[in-house]
């Protein structure tokens, strides 16, 4: 098959992706209860300002690792605390950017980049399967639906993401490599033919 016919397959599919991607979080409202706000944005954001030093990714309770110096009656006593509070909550998962977020274009043609890259793994996988186009775009949708089986379900399981949160990222997984699946199988699809003809 030739190696243009993949890259146009992975360009236009990940293109295709990209365009739902903006479609879906900007026109349709699939769940007002995805994304949920504090009643008061100000104080916690004084609170993250005075506790979180760094940007990165935070876990409340923290449980604790074991310090240079720290005893195993005390180390074992930190993570029982650390425990306790998870028990009672609040719990909490969060991804702390401090400081300005930049050009909004930066963060757009990276993720048309990620998703050209998806397409491509997905060339790869489709290039291997035979059989009809439908076939190929199902194929498609069982690998999105694996990584969405993989990842955004152990998070709703042990990170507490809402179950509103969770059907929103299916709903978006599963249209967008429908809809890219669809583009790369007819492209990759095309190719093979030209390719038993010659």
Not at 19 to 48: C, K, M, R, Y
Request: with cysteine; aromatic share 10%; net charge negative.
């Amino acid at each position: 098959m030739q190696t243009s016919r993949i890259v146009l397959a992975a360009v236009l599919g990940g293109v295709t992706m990209f365009l739902w991607g903006a479609l879906s979080h900007t026109v349709i409202p699939f769940s007002e209860n995805a994304l949920l706000g504090f009643t008061n944005d100000d104080a916690v954001v004084q609170t993250i300002m005075a506790n979180a030093p760094k940007s990165g990714v935070y876990f409340m309770p923290y449980v604790p690792q074991k310090q240079e110096g720290m005893t195993e009656e005390e180390f074992k006593a930190a993570q029982q605390s650390a425990e306790d509070k998870m028990q009672q909550g609040p719990f909490m998962l969060a991804a702390v950017r401090l400081g300005e977020m930049g050009s909004f274009g930066s963060y757009l043609l990276i993720q048309l980049v990620t998703d050209i890259l998806t397409a491509l793994l997905v060339c790869l996988v489709l290039m291997r399967v035979t059989g009809s186009l439908w076939n190929r775009v199902g194929t498609a949708e069982l690998v999105g639906l694996a990584g969405f089986a993989g990842l955004s379900l152990p998070q709703w399981n042990w990170y507490a993401f809402s179950g509103a949160f969770t059907l929103a990222e299916l709903f978006d997984v599963a249209v967008g490599f429908f809809l890219g699946g669809l583009v790369i199988a007819k492209i990759l699809g095309r190719a093979q033919k030209e390719a038993v003809q010659t």
